[in-house]
């Protein structure tokens, strides 16, 4: 562990945009090609129009945060700062973030990650069924309502 420090989680909003694009921008896997791709402007959309997102913070520092975007019905963004990485940060965040979603809709859920990576072994610890390879190369997942509520029962 790396600090001694409490993770704190909370709803996310405007403010913490600057903190979500620096972790967004530490990860190593999931890069962006140009980081000029995802702007504050798109950040706040997802955040207060098409969805919402959650931050963790360690001493009053974005480390880790998670969107969900109810508009197309999937998983926008989950990243964690690499030096917090296998602290539970990221399975927290998405426990979070799918209790919200499917309280919003029963509507399956889906996402999308590069094949071969620590994301797409993740997803598959969390129940996401792995609906094989798309055309833009990377692996769709998938979460129905009713695999959800059978994993995490209220």
């Known amino acids: 562990m790396h600090t001694t420090a409490t993770p704190l989680y909370r709803v996310a909003t405007s403010n913490d945009i600057p903190g979500i694009q620096i972790v967004r921008h530490l990860v190593k896997e999931n890069t962006l090609s140009n980081p000029a791709l995802v702007t504050d402007a798109d950040c706040s959309h997802y ?3 098409r969805g919402r997102g959650w931050v963790c913070t360690i001493n009053n520092r974005v480390v880790g945060f998670a969107i969900a975007d109810l508009a197309d019905h999937n998983i926008w963004a989950l ?4 030096v917090y990485e296998n602290q539970g940060i990221g399975k927290e965040l998405h426990r979070l973030m799918l209790d919200w979603y499917f309280d919003q809709t029963t509507t399956t859920v889906w996402l999308g990650t590069a094949p071969g990576t620590r994301a797409e072994k993740f997803y598959t610890l969390q129940g996401w069924l792995n ?3 798309q055309p833009n190369g990377e692996l769709r997942f998938e979460l129905p309502y009713a695999k959800w509520k ?3 029962p209220e």
């Open 47 to 49: 955040l207060n129009k």
């Open 131 to 133: 609906m094989g390879l």
């Open 150 to 152: 059978a994993i995490h």
């Open 79 to 82: 990243f964690i700062d690499p």
